[in-house]
């Protein structure tokens, strides 16, 4: 309704008090009547959201951030590294840039290398980079997973991929149609791109540095698949889960 209006979305409580007029109701309506018709999900509509406390503009060519792994960024990664040695992270699979541009403003001495395959993501990305004037120190790369950074080691390497299999693809509801299919979509199981992921992570690691990937509810699979890795998942205030930290010495 704030977006529809034209009003700022700050908490404000003394604008629920405000009265709406006959054209600011209609607005409301299209925008809800789109909602519930074509089940566009409301941040496709508003081209608005909020990720680690920060706004970022998201349209189709981006899925919309919704990962718990802001909670962790939010936190600086403590307590399991010391933020203050943080300088190099790597983003893969950065999708509309939420997670690079919130590590650059949390961790403000570290350069943050975003990757994704898909150069449409790398614009959307490109347009939140500019807004929170982080561009000195977030690089934009297109890569396929760690092609395109031979020889580069981080002390974070940070990743949301694709890890949705191919039956709960077609079993999805309509909202996630609308979303990139690069950015869901990881083949038959789910695990392609968290199989690359981590049979590369170690060779980009620095000694003491640490892997974070989320794989959602593909967490069974994860483990079943990778018995012999000492998975340390992760727990969210916020909820959600299907987060794992591995250390380089694990990794290894
Ligand atoms: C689940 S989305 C995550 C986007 C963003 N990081 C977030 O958390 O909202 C996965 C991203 O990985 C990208 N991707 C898919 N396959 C890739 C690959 N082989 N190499 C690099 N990125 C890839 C997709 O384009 C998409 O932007």
Same mark, same amino acid.
């Given at each position: %309704? ?58 189709? #060519? ?12 939010? #936190? ?91 039956? =709960? %693809? ?14 869901? $979509? ?13 049979? =590369? $992570? ?51």
């Amino acid at each position: %309704m704030l977006h529809a209006l034209g009003l700022p979305h700050r908490g404000d409580r003394a604008i629920y008090a405000r009265r709406v007029g006959s054209r600011g109701i209609q607005r409301v309506d299209e925008l809800i009547g789109r909602r519930i018709k074509e089940r566009i999900p409301a941040v496709y509509l508003t081209g608005e959201t909020w990720f680690a406390g920060l706004p970022f503009q998201v349209d189709r #060519r981006a899925l919309i951030p919704r990962s718990p792994i802001a909670e962790l960024i939010e #936190r600086r990664f403590a307590p399991w590294i010391d933020p203050r040695g943080v300088r190099r992270i790597l983003d893969i699979g950065t999708g509309s840039g939420c997670i690079a541009v919130a590590c650059a403003k949390a961790l403000p001495r570290a350069r943050v290398d975003a990757v994704d395959i898909s150069p449409e993501a790398l614009e959307v990305a490109a347009i939140n980079v500019r807004r929170h004037r982080v561009g000195s120190r977030v690089s934009l790369v297109r890569s396929d997973h760690f092609s395109a950074l031979s020889g580069e080691r981080y002390d974070i390497i940070v990743a949301n991929p694709p890890y949705v299999g191919r039956r =709960e %693809m077609s079993g999805l509801p309509p909202e996630y149609r609308h979303e990139p299919r690069l950015a869901l $979509a990881a083949g038959r199981d789910g695990l392609d791109s968290v199989r690359v992921i981590l049979r =590369e $992570a170690g060779e980009h690691l620095r000694a003491r540095g640490l892997l974070i990937v989320e794989v959602g509810n593909t967490e069974t699979a994860v483990r079943r698949a990778f018995r012999h890795l000492p998975f340390l998942w992760l727990e969210f205030e916020r909820g959600g889960g299907g987060v794992f930290l591995l250390t380089a010495d694990q990794l290894r």
